[in-house]
């Protein structure tokens, strides 16, 4: 028996904690103050899946789903706008007009694969074409975006300088809106199989998280099919929006998202095939 209180023969590793992680603990910080409600639903994506299926045998490329759901997600907020509202230091609302979202992706980093936010401005104005080619570059040339530098040098702050600065950027809209959303809109369910949810930090006063996609029977008309439910969580903040209006946008986002109306993919031209 070892003299020793305990086993130190077992081998280890030790690794230093990648930069970009320090944005994930900054958000928990943020996030303790926030009065969240929650949603959990299944939305049938059958129809777009189909008609982005369709256009990648047609062309070659896949177009981004993330982008969809941004395009839906950008159009119900325009259509219910307190959502999206910052409360700032003198417990005022601010809304803007355009709805501009926070999309969170996937890139590669010297320590491995890393999320970094990537704000899509103007959603509501732009097409689900004009949303995946922004996506794609930045996947493609994260360090050319304006999020990328910035972060690299922010990051670097002492975490208790990080946490004040991003505190007063939370409170003051006016310097927040230069730099970051009021909605964040994650996937990071969907690289899973089967149903899930997941629930995001709740740093931001809407946020959305998709998780996986399902086949499940449902009645459509009077026939039951197989149909591909996405697993969809909303966040929203109670302090801002009371449960009614929240429900309406949550219709209304479904609305957008089962009617695949905003795939116009006639228009859009072949490129090579990218993962999702």
């Not at 491995?112 to 995946?132: C, E, N, T, Y």
């Not at 999020?147 to 702050?157: A, T």
């Not at 039951?224 to 009614?244: P, Q």
């Amino acid at each position: 028996m070892s003299d020793t209180p305990f086993d130190t023969s077992d081998s280890y590793t030790v690794r230093r904690i990648p930069v970009m992680r320090r944005f994930s603990i900054d958000a928990g910080h943020l996030g303790r103050r926030r009065n969240m409600m929650h949603g959990l639903a299944e939305v049938d994506v059958t129809e777009a899946r189909r008609r982005i299926h369709l256009h990648r045998e047609r062309t070659g490329e896949t177009l981004s789903f993330t982008g969809y759901v941004v395009a839906c997600l950008a159009r119900a907020v325009e259509a219910h706008r307190e959502v999206h509202a910052y409360r700032d230091w003198r417990g005022r609302l601010v809304i803007y007009d355009d709805v501009n979202v926070n999309v969170m992706i996937e890139i590669d980093t010297p320590h491995g694969k890393a999320a970094m936010p990537r704000v899509i401005r103007a959603a509501q104005r732009l097409s689900v074409r004009q949303i995946h080619d922004q996506i794609r570059a930045a996947q493609a040339t994260p360090a050319a975006t304006e999020e990328q530098r910035f972060m690299r040098w922010f990051l670097l702050l002492p975490g208790p300088v990080r946490r004040a600065a991003e505190t007063l950027l939370m409170r003051v809209p006016q310097l927040m809106r230069s730099r970051v959303s009021s909605i964040l809109l994650t996937s990071v369910g969907m690289f899973g199989h089967g149903a899930s949810w997941a629930l995001t930090l709740p740093n931001f006063p809407l946020n959305v998280a998709l998780g996986g996609i399902v086949e499940r029977p449902r009645l459509v008309g009077d026939r039951l099919e197989n149909c591909e439910m996405l697993c969809i969580t909303v966040s929203i903040d109670h302090d801002i929006v009371d449960g009614a209006p929240a429900a309406r946008f949550g219709q209304r986002l479904r609305e957008l998202l089962e009617s695949a109306e905003l795939l116009d993919l006639d228009s859009a031209s072949p490129r090579p095939d990218q993962s999702t």
